[in-house]
Nanobody, 127 residues
Framework: EVQLVQSGGGLVQAGGSLRLSCAAS????????IGWFRQAPGKEREGVSC????????YYADSVKGRFTLSSDNTKNTVYLQMNSLKPEDTAVYYC????????????????????WGQGTQVTVSS
């Protein structure tokens, strides 16, 4: 069974940067994707970005395109979300989640398709 452990996050001023990490452990196939989602107070959870680790293909929501970058270190089974030019509206709890053997773009999958979730980490951007 897959386990995901997140690290990173915190408080930063607008325009600043943060990096989130998501480390996978346990048994899983090497063809998987990691998605990043966020949930702000009073709002629904939304997809931010995802990466298919087998081929490195990525998806970004329009709201973060050009500011957030995903990368993976397959030797460590870890995915990184680099967040630059942060805005107050990026404030949320961020979650990573695991998707088995995606067909096509991981961006085509919905929240229920991601079966294993990290513990969440708070990102707060002050104005």
């Amino acid at each position: 069974e897959v386990q995901l452990v997140q690290s990173g996050g915190g408080l930063v001023q607008a325009g600043g940067s943060l990096r989130l990490s998501c480390a996978a452990s346990g048994f899983f196939f090497d063809d998987y994707a990691i998605g990043w989602f966020r949930q702000a107070p009073g709002k629904e959870r939304e997809g931010v970005s995802c990466i298919s680790v087998r081929d490195g293909s990525t998806y970004y929501a329009d709201s973060v395109k050009g500011r957030f970058t995903l990368s993976s270190d397959n030797t460590k089974n870890t995915v990184y979300l680099q967040m630059n030019s942060l805005k107050p509206e990026d404030t949320a709890v961020y979650y990573c989640a695991h998707l088995n053997t995606p067909l096509g773009s991981c961006g085509d999958y919905d929240i229920p398709d991601f079966r294993v979730w990290g513990q969440g980490t708070q990102v707060t951007v002050s104005s």
